[in-house]
């Protein structure tokens, strides 16, 4: 828990010497990208990651949903963390989470609708992403307003980050597609070149998290577990 | 200030819901004016869809105006009440639980280069909650030409695969009278022996693997619409078509 300091909040950023992009404030919006990363690291939001790599379009949908989220939950959560009553403080951070993705589900159903049912229960389900309350509770409730912005952005991103490659793979080799594109050229299909159905289920977004978990490793040796 | 106090966390909170709920309030009510325009613009694309035009959602309104000839709102006992709109004036969800005498089914009549089309809305039960559609008959008052399904909160990859163009082509060219004439409607079936449909003639269509009670669902809602519309379609139905099916 932080120090209770009598400054006002909102000027926080501007008292602390520190510039917007110093190191450590890179670090926070890095770090998830790869040393840290939720799903291939931490191994959160893993169901969704499951669930919504079919395609490239809801991934990237998605991802920019959960940036938005844990982007403005954070923000909220960490201006408000001088404020929040300690013993309701996780009931509060599910009412500020669940509200910004009932905000980010209105807005879809207005101006991306077609994607909105595809999404259906996953946005809802934003909500219960580990990573969300996670950061919230670690991270926004103890640090101020900018850098937890950066830290939720940061994790959000390595997230989406992971979604889009997986997603990647599956679309490619599961409908010969990119973002509903078709990419394997259909000469390959007259020479006897078959889709991958297997992509196109859970099973293999697990198998390709498994590779780029095995991968990453084999190039960043310090996230090798000793023991 | 004692952040520990019980007044002050039930004031906090109090406030925390009263913030919240205007700000979801405000944005719900912003922004409903977009998402009804994309649901109405949908049900244009669902309708069309039965009848074998695929387009857009932006481009539905043009061609919705294009095909559809006339829209009826129907009574049970198969006369025409024009004083009620039929695309917008019923929602099928309130119609239902009417007094028979008070209910009004929307009937879409469609002309596709020559040939006229029927297209019924469906609405029923599946197994969570609420499953609905369009289905359209070809001109002898029979035949299935197409049919669309959707669905509130069936279990994804079981009930919810209704909405497949897989399973809904299943139902084209089956027919939902009989060769007596009575009306048998279209049953969901494990037990049909014919996985790929080949039969149209036997008033089934193969079911769906762990989805029973959802393709039941759409059983009973094909019947149980189909039977409102009984009278208005037995008006013209000649004897030719039924013996045309014998």
């Known amino acids: ?227 | 200030m004692n952040r520990d106090s019980n007044a002050y966390t039930f004031g906090f909170a109090a406030a925390m819901v009263v913030v919240v709920a205007s700000v979801l309030a405000f944005t719900a009510s912003s922004l409903k004016d977009f998402q009804q325009e994309n649901v109405r613009k949908e049900k244009m694309q669902n309708i069309l869809a039965t009848i074998g035009i695929e387009i857009d959602r932006d481009g539905a309104e043009v061609l919705f105006n294009e095909y559809i000839t006339s829209q009826l709102a129907l009574r049970n006992d198969g006369t025409v009440d024009e004083s009620v709109d039929p695309f917008s004036g019923i929602k099928l969800a309130l119609e239902l639980k009417k007094e028979p005498t008070q209910q009004r089914f929307p009937l879409y009549l469609a002309d596709v280069q020559g040939a006229s089309y029927y297209i019924i809305p469906l609405r029923g039960a599946g197994l969570w909650d609420a499953i609905w559609g369009y289905i359209a008959l070809e001109s002898d008052r029979n035949t299935i030409k197409g049919a669309v399904f959707d669905h509130k909160a069936e279990t994804a990859g079981l009930g919810a695969e209704i909405t497949q163009q897989w399973f809904m082509d299943r139902f084209v060219g089956e027919k939902v009278f009989d060769n007596d004439g009575k009306l048998v409607g279209i049953s969901v079936s494990k037990t049909n022996n014919d996985p790929k449909d080949l039969d149209k003639n036997d008033h089934e269509v193969d079911a769906i693997s762990g989805a029973t009670i959802t393709g039941d669902g759409i059983s009973d809602m094909i019947i149980e619409r189909l039977t409102h519309y009984q009278p208005y379609l037995e008006q013209t139905q000649t004897t030719t078509t039924v013996a045309a099916n014998m």
């Open chain 1, 1 to 227: 828990m932080s120090k209770k300091t009598n400054k006002p909040i909102f000027l926080f950023v501007a008292k602390d010497k520190e510039p917007l992009f110093s190191k450590k404030n890179r670090a926070l919006l890095t770090d998830p990208l790869d040393d840290n990363n939720p799903i291939t690291v931490q191994v959160l939001g893993i169901c969704s990651a499951l669930a919504i790599t079919v395609q490239l379009e809801p991934a990237i949908v998605m991802t920019i949903s959960v940036i938005a989220v844990m982007g403005a939950s954070n923000v909220i959560v960490s201006l408000l963390r001088n404020l929040i009553p300690n013993r309701i403080r996780i009931i509060v951070q599910l009412v500020v989470v669940a509200s910004m993705v009932i905000l980010v589900d209105q807005i879809l159903r207005a101006y991306a609708y077609d994607v909105s049912k595809q999404l259906s229960i996953f946005i809802g389900l934003i909500i219960t992403n580990c990573i969300v309350m996670g950061r919230l509770e670690a991270f926004a409730l103890g640090n101020g307003v900018w850098k937890s912005l950066l830290d939720g952005v940061g994790n959000a991103a390595g997230y989406g980050f992971m979604l889009i490659l997986v997603a990647f793979f599956r679309e490619l080799f599961g409908s010969g597609n990119l973002y509903g594109y078709q990419i394997i050229p259909e000469s390959f299909y007259e020479m006897g070149y078959v889709n991958n159905g297997f992509m196109l289920l859970s099973p293999m977004a697990l198998i390709t998290v498994g590779v780029i978990i095995w991968l990453q490793r084999a190039r960043n040796r310090k996230l090798i577990e000793k023991g």
